[in-house]
T-cell receptor, first 111, second 112 residues
């Protein structure tokens, strides 16, 4: 069964550093998303991406965040200057017709 | 109006019992209501989903009941098993951007 692949599975970074979280969505999917989940809390929408541009973003997705689909297969989330409160599980998802497939997530720890 | 309220926060059921998890929404523009199952350390996995023109949908041991007038929907798990122990999230979406609005999650434990 096709999978959404995320790397790395765990990243530890110092506050103020830049991180790039990587995702390989399912190849024929058209919509791509980043969500995050702070430990034990609800899943929060960050951004959706369609047709090579952001289609919607939440208030969490401020100027510190950016997304790219650099080569037609990868989908990245960059956090320019990480804060302690960015520590969370970050999930990439893709869909063709509303049945999201999520990756296993990247646990980001900001110290 | 964007919220989806989920209850209970946690639930313990004996094996073979029927756990029921409830969700309520306000925004009548929502037109897609999925349930996700999440195991520790894993991403959410789609279990079952329903649209508002249907009052019930079954897939295996999982059933969604949908009450459009009350703006509520619920997940029932028939013949529950210890392997069903997980966190369950309801969600809702509207429009073409497919953004999901999530409930807070229910931690379900099925006792052997």
């Amino acid at each position: 069964e096709p999978e959404v692949t995320q790397t790395p599975s765990h990243q530890v970074t110092q506050m103020g550093q830049e991180v790039i979280l990587r995702c390989v969505p399912i190849s024929n999917h058209l919509y791509f998303y980043w969500y995050r989940q702070i430990l034990g809390q609800k899943v929060e929408f960050l951004v959706s991406f369609y047709n090579n541009e952001i289609s919607e973003k939440s208030e969490i997705f401020d100027d510190q965040f950016s997304v790219e689909r650099p080569d037609g297969s990868n989908f990245t989330l960059k956090i320019r200057s990480t804060k302690l409160e960015d520590s969370a599980m970050y999930f990439c998802a893709s869909t063709l017709n509303r049945g999201y497939t999520f990756g296993s997530g990247t646990r980001l720890t900001v110290v | 109006q964007q919220q989806v309220k989920q209850s209970p926060q946690s639930l313990i059921v004996q094996k073979g019992g029927i756990p029921i998890i409830n969700c309520a929404y306000e925004n009548t523009a929502f037109d897609y209501f999925p349930w996700y199952q999440q195991f520790p350390g894993k991403g959410p996995a789609l279990l079952i989903a329903i649209r508002p023109d249907v009052s019930e949908k079954k897939e295996g041991r999982f059933t969604i009941s949908f009450n459009k007038s009350a703006k509520q929907f619920s997940l029932h798990i028939m013949d529950s098993q210890p392997g069903d122990s997980a966190t369950y999230f309801c969600a809702a979406s509207k429009g073409s951007n497919y953004q999901l609005i999530w409930g807070a999650g229910t931690k379900l434990i099925i006792k052997p």
